[in-house]
């Protein structure tokens, strides 16, 4: 059975705190929006769909044991509620167009006078909960097609091996994953080899959560350091690179995990195909190039220390951007649900 980061019944929410593994598995209440802000914030859930599902869905706990019986207040303070939630990480959009739906819902059940209070409640909670189904739907069209294109594009019907960066599986997810769900189709394909997948520092969510999640899945695997990564294209035959997105801006410029950008130009320099998969919740159409994406900036205690234990010398400056910018130029194909896309023909999904 996958790894599960949400545990979810009508009013009650639980996540799995990916700050603690892969040592101790414990879950965490979230009991309405503040506790959603606080786990978001402190990354005791990650990865751009969860972040999206679990704010929302912290919003339908604290509305499932809210009373109020006045729409046009519910409409207010959800409106509130989640643009406070959006806020607690800026550079996935996942959350932010989620919460654009969901304003556009609550102002059209507001204003429908056939709509009563108790219809307001059940219909809002019941299209967060659609989310939850549907991104587990998502990742497995995201799978499938994932490994169609890297097995039509690899050479003769042998092994295919493939190099990943960051977390996109289960714990980043609603369940199965992007990247990490391609790689899961490939194994089900039987024809994945293997997977090399990345430290991610500074914060290590590839040693910590995919390396835990490719050996709970038992797909043969190897964890590498960052730096390794042009040394390991240039000695070992890489199918393709895959990894995830935090937000895809119109013209195919991708933010991900900061070093994602430089594994690209590695990739690009050695001749292996290099794919984003991504939802379409990850897609921000509003912005017409990558440059305009907010890079968030996290505190320089993640890099300084590894646990409670200091690496860096006392003293030093820190730089520590969480997210790079990968251009549109280095991608070879953006992977959805609704099929592979080359980056500049992102605007045909709306036609699928
Ligand atoms: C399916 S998740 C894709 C990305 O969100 C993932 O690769 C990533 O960059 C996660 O960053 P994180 O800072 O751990 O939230």
Redesign the pocket.
Same mark, same amino acid.
């Given at each position: 059975m996958s790894l599960e980061s949400i545990r979810y019944t009508r009013g009650s929410l639980d996540i799995l705190d990916q700050l603690l593994l892969p040592l101790q598995t414990r879950y965490v209440k979230v009991d309405g929006v503040e506790d959603g802000w606080k786990v978001i914030n402190k990354?005791q859930v990650?990865? %751009?769909?969860?972040?999206a599902i679990v704010g929302c869905l912290s919003l339908a706990v604290e509305l499932e044991k809210d009373n109020n019986s006045d729409k046009k207040v519910m409409r207010q303070e959800i409106e509130g509620k989640l643009n406070y939630l959006v806020s607690a990480?800026p550079t %996935?959009v996942n959350i932010k167009l989620a919460a654009d739906e969901l304003i556009n819902l609550a102002n059209s059940l507001s204003a429908d006078e056939t709509v009563t209070p108790e219809d307001f409640k059940e219909r809002f909670i019941s299209r967060i909960e659609g989310m939850l189904i549907k991104d587990i739907e998502d990742n497995k069209a995201i799978g499938r097609y994932g490994c169609e294109a890297i097995l039509k594009n690899s050479e003769g019907d042998g092994p295919v091996r493939i190099l990943t960066?960051?977390?996109?599986g289960s714990l980043?997810?609603a369940g199965y994953?992007?990247?990490l769900g391609v790689i899961r189709s490939l194994q089900e394909s039987k024809r994945l080899d293997h997977v090399y997948c990345t430290e991610t520092r500074p914060?290590n969510?590839g040693a910590r959560l995919t390396a835990y999640e490719l050996v709970h899945e038992k797909i043969p695997s190897t964890l590498i350091v960052d730096s390794v990564v042009s040394a390991l294209m240039n000695s070992r035959r890489i199918t393709a690179v895959v990894?995830?997105?935090?937000r895809v801006a119109a013209n195919g410029d991708t933010a991900?995990?900061i070093g994602?950008y430089q594994i690209a130009i590695a990739a690009k320099h050695h001749g292996v195909p290099f794919y984003i998969a991504?939802p379409l919740t990850?897609i921000d159409m509003s912005l017409t190039s990558g440059e305009r994406i907010k890079i968030?900036e996290r505190p320089e205690r993640e890099m300084t220390h590894v646990g409670v234990h200091r690496i860096a010398a006392p003293g030093i400056n820190c730089w520590n951007p969480?997210?790079d910018v990968t251009p549109a130029a280095l991608i070879t194909g953006i992977i959805t649900e609704k099929g592979v896309f080359a980056p500049d023909k992102l605007s045909e999904i709306e036609s699928k």
């Open positions: 990354m990650r990865g %751009a769909p969860a972040i990480r %996935a960066h960051c977390n996109t980043a997810t994953g992007t990247a914060y969510q990894v995830g997105a935090d991900n995990k994602t991504a990850s968030e969480s997210f």
